[in-house]
């Protein structure tokens, strides 16, 4: 079966800035696949290329067969953006919006009534619909956000960052609709920084820093290519400064590589039970106090960190 | 072509639903050309105004001709009607009838109120500021707003009068075809003049150009299009405005990653200018219709004029739009184009008091061309006779819109 999305050699440039390398990656039909990378990596360029925004500047994709850069209208027409930023008319309610975007889609009469009245049940505001935008939380304007996309049954969906600046109940809520639009068929590419988005949805995952793409796989083929290694984090007061600490970590025998955000020092190590006496007698040393330390079996975060040495927030 | 009025109707939609621009767009128009509508005396003995007969309490300590001038409208016969003015000699006076309740508003001119504005003819100088002092009575809030009304209009009169005279001289200094002490000496002349004789406006006498003869045409009958054709400017800048608002908010990315060419897109925006500024024109022109009892001529005739000013001025609209990359800059921008246009073509004065040059500069402005047609269709002018002012706005947005779509392209506002 041919994918429904294939990207070969994207690159594209503004100037002499390089914001896509040369990334090439496919998505099968009924698959959800993350973009993974720190903010700036690439991502929303990378889906503004996919989605005919932006011409690239070399290489192609092709998205339900048709290439974007020989058949864009065809291309619209096959996908369903969801942006990271809050693309709506604030002054217009939600039922407006929805008729106003589902227009644009091409629908129109009763299978324009229609789609909305389930999109409207997917995104649960049926009771709100005719409330203005603007008087809604940040998580029901993500809400439609999303069902903005929704509303012409694309093949393929584009959700860029959804669940950036709202709640954790908004964002439990959207990714359980991302799962369930899944379920009912549709292919995915998910952009995110959270790690822990990509390991909950993602068949696979690509890993993206500086433009490139850096590695690709299921998670487990990713976890492995840190090889058997555990993750000891270690908690320190707020008001030490980590970094020296971390510097003598980086010497101790075992020790693949440490790294600290916000006083939170992940060292990636091939014991982690071994490493915990040492590493509290280096603190105490030095006189800096550990509160709490966990194990973290290998994950993504370790992955993108002995890929790039830094951590997915930096 | 569906997607195009789709667009277009969404933005009207929103621009009806902005308060602030509803503001500038329609009530501040209505309410200018309300105050020169009282102050023409065009509501006197009208039943449709339901308010007559305000008492108001002058005191007049100014020995200049200005002071009386602004009596002299209190007292004129056009709002004998709707004012009832007692002319009082001490401002004490007018307190008490005011505390009193048997005057809704007291207005004291004060001494030197004329000196201050117009100047002295042996020294060439100004007098000091002074301020006509206005006490509103709080128990009559709606007479005390129309006697406010009045005293701005007559203001607002005075003050045009002497900026333009100020202008007009200052410009001449700059260029050398005036010395610096011909300029002052004229200046004493001409700021008295204009200033008295924009107080002192009458209707104006119009030749009507298809019959050859005189007919009285009706002060507001000037300031009406004049206000409606200044604020079109504020309308068009505001949808140009949201171009660019919508590429920054995300909204137009996300229609060019619809199944809708980028060209359609951006005639959908520009669709939406003009039909803004389209129902704009029909709003004032039928309010001010309805509300004044103000004919506008033949009507088929104020229909085109009214198609070819949105078309005109959206064009304009578009034009600036591609000139500035924020949403802010093309409000700024679009103001003082609003402003500098209502001065330029007319909105405010009529053109004949300026010098030659500004009427020739005049005839870039849709305010202009658009004035000349409301109110030759409001003298008894027939649809043969609008056909300059017709054809000059079309070509006029037909070159604009021309330049600005070229501009949209390369600015990749149709996408990149």
Redesign the interface.
């Known amino acids: 079966m041919a994918p429904i999305l294939e990207v070969r050699d994207l690159v594209k440039k503004y100037g002499d800035f390089t914001a896509v390398n040369g990334i090439s990656f496919s998505i099968d039909e009924g698959e959800i696949f993350s973009l993974l990378g720190p903010n700036g990596a690439g991502k929303t360029t990378t889906i503004s290329v996919i989605s005919t925004l932006f011409t690239p500047t070399s290489g192609d994709a092709s998205v339900c067969g048709f290439s974007v850069l020989k058949d864009p209208m065809a291309v619209k027409g096959c996908i369903g953006v969801v942006p990271q930023e809050l693309a709506l008319y604030e002054d217009l309610t939600a039922l407006e919006n929805l008729q106003f975007w589902g227009q644009m889609y091409g629908l129109s009469g009763k299978a324009l009534s229609d789609r909305i009245s389930e999109v409207l049940d997917q995104i649960d505001l049926k009771d709100k619909a005719k409330q203005r935008v603007k008087t809604y939380s940040g998580g029901m304007k993500r809400r439609v956000n999303i069902g903005i996309g929704l509303l012409h049954k694309p093949k393929l969906l584009f959700m860029d960052e959804p669940t950036v600046g709202i709640d954790p109940q908004s964002r439990r809520a959207i990714l359980d609709s991302v799962k369930e639009l899944n379920r009912q068929g549709m292919s995915i590419l998910y952009t995110t920084h959270y790690m822990e988005e990509a390991q909950e949805l993602s068949d696979r995952v690509g890993i993206i820093d500086h433009g490139e793409l850096i590695a690709l796989g299921t998670q487990e083929e990713l976890t492995r290519q840190v090889g058997e290694t555990d993750t000891l984090v270690l908690h320190i007061a707020e008001n030490e400064d980590p970094q020296p600490l971390v510097d003598r970590l980086q010497t101790l025998e075992g020790v693949r590589r440490a790294n600290v955000i916000d006083h939170e020092i992940s060292i990636i190590t091939q014991s982690a039970q071994e490493l915990i006496a040492p590493a509290i007698r280096t603190a105490e040393a030095m006189g800096i106090k550990i509160f709490s330390m966990d194990i973290r079996e290998p994950n993504l975060e370790a992955v993108f960190l002995h890929l790039t040495g830094r951590a997915l927030r930096d | 072509m ?2 195009l009025l ?2 277009a109707l ?1 933005d009207l ?2 621009i009806f ?2 308060p602030a621009a509803l503001i500038l767009m329609l009530l501040a128009p209505f309410l200018i050309t309300l105050g020169m509508g009282l102050i023409t005396g065009r509501f006197s003995g009208s039943a449709t105004s339901g308010i007559s007969n305000i008492s108001v309490a002058i005191v007049n300590q100014d020995e200049g001709e200005l002071g009386e001038t602004l009596v002299a409208v209190f007292e004129s016969e056009d709002l004998a009607d709707l004012v009832e003015p007692t002319i009082l000699l001490t401002p004490g006076d007018a307190r008490q009838l005011v505390e009193a309740d048997q005057a809704s508003a007291a207005i004291l001119i004060p001494q030197g109120f004329s000196a201050s504005i117009i100047p002295d003819e042996r020294s060439g100088t100004s007098g000091e500021v002074v301020l006509i002092d206005f006490i509103a009575n709080p128990n009559a809030p709606t007479n005390a707003g129309v006697l406010r009304s009045i005293l701005d209009a007559f203001l607002t009169q005075v003050e045009v009068g002497r900026i333009g005279a100020e202008v007009t001289l200052s410009q001449f200094a700059q260029t050398g075809k005036l010395t610096p002490e011909l300029a002052a000496r004229l200046g004493e002349a001409l700021g008295a003049q204009l200033a008295l004789q924009s107080a002192q406006a009458q209707p104006i006498q119009l030749e009507d150009t298809t019959s050859g003869a005189a007919v009285k045409f009706d002060l507001l009958m000037y300031f009406a299009p004049g206000m409606a054709l200044m604020f079109l400017m504020f309308a068009v800048t505001y949808g140009g405005r949201s171009l660019l608002l919508e590429n920054r ?3 137009l ?9 980028p060209a359609h897109i951006l005639g959908g925006k520009v669709l939406g200018i003009f039909l803004t500024a389209v129902a704009q024109l029909t709003i004032l022109i039928g309010g001010t219709s309805l509300l004044f009892r103000l004919d506008w001529g033949q009507p088929l005739g104020v229909v085109l004029l009214i198609l070819a000013a949105a078309f005109a001025a959206s064009g304009w609209g578009s034009f600036i739009a591609t000139l500035f990359k924020t949403p802010a800059q093309v409000a700024n921008f679009g103001s003082i184009v609003m402003l500098v246009f209502g001065l330029l073509g007319g909105s405010f004065f009529d053109l004949s008091l300026l010098p030659e040059w500004v009427s020739t500069l005049s005839k870039i402005t849709p305010n202009a061309w658009g004035l000349q047609g409301f109110t030759t269709l409001a003298g008894g002018g027939t649809l043969s006779s609008i056909g300059e002012p017709l054809l000059a706005l079309v070509l006029m947005g037909i070159i604009l819109f021309g330049v600005a779509s070229i501009w949209m392209r390369r600015r990749g506002l149709a ?2």
Do not use: E, S, V
């Open positions: 569906r997607k789709i667009l969404k939609k929103l639903r902005d908010t995300g909204t990315p996300r229609m060019l990653q619809t199944p809708t060419a996408g990149k």
